[in-house]
């Protein structure tokens, strides 16, 4: 058997520096455990290898092209290609990351899978990969989500997910992760898949490990497209920092390429209503990894705010935080105005309506100057249609 080949900076005992580990009671330590060398083992099989790379291929579409946008780049002055995750099936780049878990859960034996969900984006990426392989499904959404993302709701019960809305707390993303962790301790038969590379080592590992699929296909087709295997920088959003791993993976060891994490500045950093946990929060523990948190002095976590649901999250991944720590990757705070103004203009200058998420992404554009011939590359981590409510209401 081959052994898996750690490209992420992480130790055996899941610690990307000083942040990540696996926090968790006692009672999901085995299950994590047999997580960790399930995912070990698959991941560097290639039989397991290759039905992943052929469901990405012929059911979700991939690769996903490698676009240059010709009239953002001019309004830029620079030379700006877009990822185009947004035309993965069912929207977005999440279900890279469920086809990769739910298969390995499948490997495992597990005929149950539970998720937690914001928007609903990985709700109903893991509903519809557990409809593919026949599998039961139960997600976690908070309560005040159920109700502002029906269209969401509707397509995990179409799909044959059930959706349990939890009334805890603030009744949004982090509450629903809290619910279902505690619900998988009461059924550690079942495989809990995180939508992002959040959570208890080995999630954050394979997580990112599931989506570096972006940065391979970035590689290849920078190559062909420009005669040169990396781009000079990649801007990705970051929520938990799921789809930034996995444009930023392959670069990660090239210090000639600049990662540049766009976070969620809501109304601002400094305003109270933001989502910006790295350059806002502080050293703590959250849903079972040491990592940078948004929390009052003495600990208590802090509600987070953003008009992206998908970033509306207290913390992030912990190899996020130790990349922006150490100072490999740059972060930006991106606002609610400013993220809006740049889905404006993508949509006019480019005709593709992003989402709201990836919106903060392409904000960056607008605060740093890249060079006349440089090489952007912009993870465009998914289509704006869940969002339209939104933009309606700030139609010019
Ligand atoms: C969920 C989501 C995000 C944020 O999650 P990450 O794990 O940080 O990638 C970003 N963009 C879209 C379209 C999403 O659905």
């Not at 279900?95 to 490997?107: D, F, P, Q, T």
């Not at 210090?255 to 109270?272: C, H, T």
């Not at 509600?303 to 740059?330: M, N, Q, W």
Request: aromatic share 8%; with cysteine.
């Amino acid at each position: 058997m081959k052994e898996f080949t750690h490209i992420l900076p992480v130790d055996s005992s899941g610690f990307y520096g000083r942040y990540g580990g696996a926090y968790i009671p006692e009672i999901l330590h085995s299950n994590v455990e047999k997580l960790k060398e399930a995912f070990y083992r698959y991941a560097s099989d290639d039989e397991f290898m290759a039905e992943y790379h052929r469901l990405l291929r012929d059911y979700v579409g991939r690769p996903t092209p490698l676009y240059r946008a010709d009239r953002l780049s001019s309004h830029y002055n620079t030379n700006i290609y877009l990822k185009r995750e947004d035309l993965n099936h069912t929207g977005a780049h999440k279900i890279n990351n469920a086809i990769g878990s739910v298969l390995l859960a499948c490997r495992m034996g597990k005929r149950s899978i539970i998720a937690e969900t914001g928007a609903g984006q990985h709700g109903v990426a893991v509903a519809t990969v557990c409809a593919l392989m026949g599998l039961e499904c139960v997600v976690y959404q908070g309560a005040l989500d159920v109700e502002r993302q029906q269209p969401n709701v509707q397509r995990m019960k179409m799909l044959g997910a059930k959706v349990v809305p939890v009334e805890s707390g603030n009744k949004t993303l982090k509450d629903a992760t809290n619910e279902a962790i505690r619900h998988w301790c009461c059924h550690p038969e079942s495989f809990y898949v995180i939508g992002s590379t959040v959570g208890p080592h080995p999630y954050p590992e394979m997580v990112a490990y599931f989506q570096s699929v972006i940065s391979s296909e970035i590689k290849k087709q920078l190559s062909e497209l420009t005669g040169r295997d990396y781009p000079d920088a990649v801007i990705a959003c970051i929520g938990g920092g799921s789809n930034a791993a996995g444009a930023f993976y392959h670069f990660i060891d090239n210090d000639k390429v600049s990662l540049i994490a766009a976070e969620a500045g809501g109304l601002g950093v400094d305003s109270g209503m933001t989502a910006a946990s790295i350059m806002a929060g502080t050293e703590g523990i959250i849903h079972g990894a040491r990592t940078l948190v948004m929390q009052t002095p003495d600990g208590q976590i802090t509600e987070p705010y953003s008009i992206s649901a998908g970033l509306d999250y207290p913390g992030v991944g912990p190899l996020h935080a130790h990349l922006a720590k150490t100072g490999r990757t740059r972060t930006v705070a991106v606002n609610d105005d400013e993220a809006l103004e740049a889905a404006f203009r993508l949509t006019r200058t480019e005709g593709i309506i992003p989402a709201l998420e990836s919106a903060h992404a392409l904000a960056v554009l607008d605060k740093i100057q890249f060079a006349p011939d440089a090489t952007v590359v912009v993870n465009l981590s998914g289509r704006g249609d869940k969002d339209m409510h939104t933009y309606m209401k700030y139609a010019k």
